[in-house]
């Protein structure tokens, strides 16, 4: 056992970064869950970017300055928060683990972390609720054209407890990712779309990645264009039948006007209007003109547009349009408490963690979630101290310093 101070949990001495809980990881799942967990859209640029975009920055850190009570919590949605990070939702956690989305909740619990649950659950919204026992809980929806789905699970998720819905606006279609392509990708038995059962009889395990026509959906298939979730360029009649990602998720006929006005009337008063996917300053502009409570900044993980800034680098901008007016938040590659450090020294209020959570699912269901949360958390901690902050909120631009590829520095 390593040394340890009095109270907290031992390391895990074969896990001391999420770098390495990530090869811990790959060795656990299969092919075709790895693919489909660490995958970016085309050839995966915007993927790395999200990561390598950290390393533009240097910490300047502040000496002599007693940080014996550093108090890293932050108060979200009228709960503390221990460390200013959430974890994001990201879809079918049972490929991880059997204990899926409960694991983590249970983890987000321990932890006194706020917890995404995806559309696409293997877990239902209800017992994930039970699961976390009050502490902060938010939906991401996927808005269909066919909104009935979509106002039972916000019905749903309302009663439920939820403090907001987090509405993701990057998937008016599907990114290309083409591993999940190639290993036809599916959801196996016996893991459902937990949220979708009753709706459908949840086909998801009949969700095949590669344009081929799952036998269910057969007569549906000779009425479409032939592909699965990928937009050949005719247009498309919105899906009919059982609800599954590649079918339902691309919706593209999203829009302000018609449907924030919508959600805000489903969601009030008791849930937040948040948008998950914004990238510049125009659309940050017209999130607050339509009356959003907050905005993520985000590349839905390199999964959809690739191509795009990494999400560090759009920040400061959308930020810069929302000053004052809304929060913003942001994920995509954060992967060390530095990184969380960084994001809220550019203006973002609160960061999401996305593939770590999963890795850390992988590599010992809510144990290993707690892991990952715990690392990240005593990096950060670790980080604001040694910077010579206490307070989350004393985490400004004065801390940072941007670092060009010949060694120049420059003040923000
Ligand atoms: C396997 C996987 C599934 C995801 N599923 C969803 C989803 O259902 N809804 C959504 O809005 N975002 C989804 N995301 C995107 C995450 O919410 C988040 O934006 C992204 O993972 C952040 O990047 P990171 O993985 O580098 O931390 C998913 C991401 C991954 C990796
Ligand atoms: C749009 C597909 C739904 C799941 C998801 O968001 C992802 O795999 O990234």
Same mark, same amino acid.
């Given at each position: 056992?390593?040394?340890?101070?009095?109270?907290?949990?031992?390391?895990?001495?074969?896990?001391?970064?999420?770098?390495?809980?990530?090869?811990?990881? %790959?060795?656990?799942?299969?092919? *075709?869950?790895? /693919?489909?967990?660490?995958?970016?859209? @085309?050839?995966?640029?915007?993927?790395?970017?999200?990561?390598?975009?950290?390393?533009?920055?240097?910490? #300047?850190?502040?000496?002599? #300055? @007693?940080?014996?009570?550093?108090?890293?919590?932050?108060?979200?949605?009228?709960?503390?928060?221990?460390?200013?990070?959430?974890?994001?939702?990201?879809?079918?956690?049972?490929?991880?683990?059997? /204990? &899926?989305?409960?694991?983590?909740?249970?983890?987000?619990?321990?932890?006194?972390?706020?917890?995404?649950?995806?559309?696409?659950?293997?877990?239902?919204?209800? =017992?994930?609720?039970?699961?976390?026992?009050?502490?902060?809980?938010?939906? *991401?929806?996927?808005?269909? %054209?066919?909104?009935?789905?979509?106002?039972?699970?916000?019905?749903?998720?309302?009663? $439920?407890?939820?403090?907001?819905?987090?509405?993701?606006?990057?998937?008016?279609?599907?990114?290309?990712?083409?591993?999940?392509?190639?290993? *036809?990708?599916?959801?196996?038995?016996?893991?459902?779309?937990?949220?979708? +059962?009753?709706?459908?009889?949840?086909?998801?395990?009949?969700?095949?990645?590669?344009?081929?026509?799952?036998?269910?959906?057969?007569?549906? %298939?000779?009425?479409?264009?032939?592909?699965?979730?990928?937009?050949?360029?005719?247009?498309?009649?919105?899906?009919?039948?059982?609800?599954?990602?590649?079918?339902? +998720?691309?919706?593209?006929?999203?829009?302000?006007?018609?449907?924030?006005?919508?959600?805000?009337? *489903?969601?009030?008063?008791?849930?937040?209007?948040?948008?998950?996917?914004?990238?510049?300053?125009? /659309?940050?502009?017209? $999130?607050?003109?339509?009356?959003?409570?907050?905005?993520?900044?985000?590349?839905?993980?390199?999964?959809?547009?690739?191509?795009?800034?990494?999400?560090?680098? +759009?920040?400061?901008?959308?930020?810069?349009?929302? #000053?004052?007016?809304?929060?913003?938040?942001? /994920?995509?590659?954060?992967?060390?408490?530095? =990184?969380?450090?960084?994001?809220?020294? !550019?203006? +973002?209020?609160?960061?999401?963690? &996305?593939?770590?959570?999963?890795?850390?699912?992988?590599?010992?269901?809510?144990?290993?979630?707690?892991?990952?949360?715990?690392? !990240?958390?005593?990096?950060? #901690?670790?980080?604001?101290?040694?910077?010579?902050?206490?307070?989350?909120?004393?985490?400004?631009?004065?801390?940072?310093?941007?670092?060009?590829?010949?060694?120049?520095?420059?003040?923000?």
């Amino acid at each position: 056992m390593a040394a340890q101070v009095k109270g907290e949990k031992p390391h895990d001495l074969n896990c001391l970064t999420i770098a390495e809980l990530e090869k811990h990881a %790959e060795l656990r799942m299969n092919k *075709q869950t790895r /693919d489909y967990y660490n995958e970016g859209a @085309d050839s995966g640029s915007t993927l790395r970017e999200n990561t390598t975009a950290y390393g533009k920055y240097r910490i #300047r850190p502040r000496v002599l #300055r @007693d940080i014996s009570l550093i108090d890293s919590s932050v108060s979200i949605w009228g709960a503390c928060n221990s460390v200013p990070i959430g974890v994001a939702p990201t879809a079918m956690q049972c490929l991880a683990h059997p /204990d &899926g989305e409960i694991a983590t909740a249970k983890a987000c619990k321990e932890a006194g972390i706020a917890m995404g649950l995806s559309s696409f659950a293997t877990s239902t919204i209800e =017992d994930v609720a039970s699961n976390i026992d009050g502490h902060p809980l938010i939906f *991401q929806l996927y808005l269909f %054209e066919e909104r009935e789905h979509s106002r039972k699970l916000i019905q749903r998720a309302k009663k $439920a407890g939820y403090k907001a819905i987090f509405l993701t606006v990057d998937t008016p279609m599907l990114g290309r990712r083409n591993m999940e392509i190639r290993n *036809q990708f599916k959801l196996p038995k016996p893991y459902k779309l937990a949220n979708f +059962a009753e709706d459908s009889g949840s086909s998801a395990s009949e969700t095949v990645m590669d344009g081929s026509t799952p036998k269910s959906e057969q007569g549906e %298939e000779k009425k479409s264009n032939g592909t699965k979730g990928y937009h050949d360029g005719k247009r498309r009649q919105a899906p009919t039948g059982p609800v599954s990602f590649h079918t339902h +998720a691309p919706n593209p006929t999203l829009s302000w006007e018609r449907d924030i006005g919508w959600l805000k009337e *489903q969601c009030s008063p008791e849930m937040e209007v948040w948008v998950k996917g914004i990238a510049t300053a125009e /659309d940050a502009h017209l $999130a607050v003109h339509h009356g959003v409570d907050g905005i993520v900044v985000s590349n839905h993980g390199g999964r959809q547009l690739n191509g795009t800034l990494a999400t560090l680098d +759009a920040l400061p901008d959308v930020v810069e349009a929302a #000053r004052g007016k809304i929060p913003v938040h942001v /994920d995509g590659g954060i992967r060390h408490g530095t =990184d969380v450090f960084k994001a809220l020294a !550019l203006g +973002a209020d609160f960061v999401w963690v &996305g593939r770590p959570v999963l890795w850390g699912l992988a590599y010992k269901g809510q144990e290993g979630v707690e892991l990952c949360l715990r690392l !990240l958390s005593d990096e950060f #901690r670790l980080c604001m101290g040694l910077a010579g902050t206490v307070k989350v909120e004393d985490i400004t631009k004065e801390y940072l310093v941007k670092i060009d590829k010949s060694g120049f520095t420059s003040r923000l």
